[in-house]
């Protein structure tokens, strides 16, 4: 059930990256009053720590989709192999009862 969610969870998207809202509001017309000294203050203080935690986010979602795409592909490989396995089994006795 667990690797169920992990495939689930890869699927899902990341939320929006907090730089590019930091970025945003530097570029408004609103900075010029004294409030938003503080949302300066805050991204000045916790905008590399967030953009860290968003980048290591996204690093660990791309790596879990790949590593989802190849589990279902190992696990592909594995039933067509066992499917293959026992249609050739099938086909050998098949062979062997004719032949007695």
Known sequence: MK???WMIAALLPLPPNP???IREGDHSTSNVDANNNVL???AREFGPMDEARYQS???WRRLN???SLVGV??????????LLFKIYDAN????????S
């Open 65 to 67: 989709r790949w590593m």
């Open 19 to 21: 730089m590019l809202d």
């Open 57 to 59: 986010a996204y690093w």
């Open 92 to 99: 050998l006795m098949n062979r062997s009862s004719w032949s």
């Open 40 to 42: 300066n203050d805050y």
């Open 73 to 82: 592909i190992i696990i592909a490989v594995i039933v067509s192999s066992l």
């Open 3 to 5: 690797q169920l969610a």
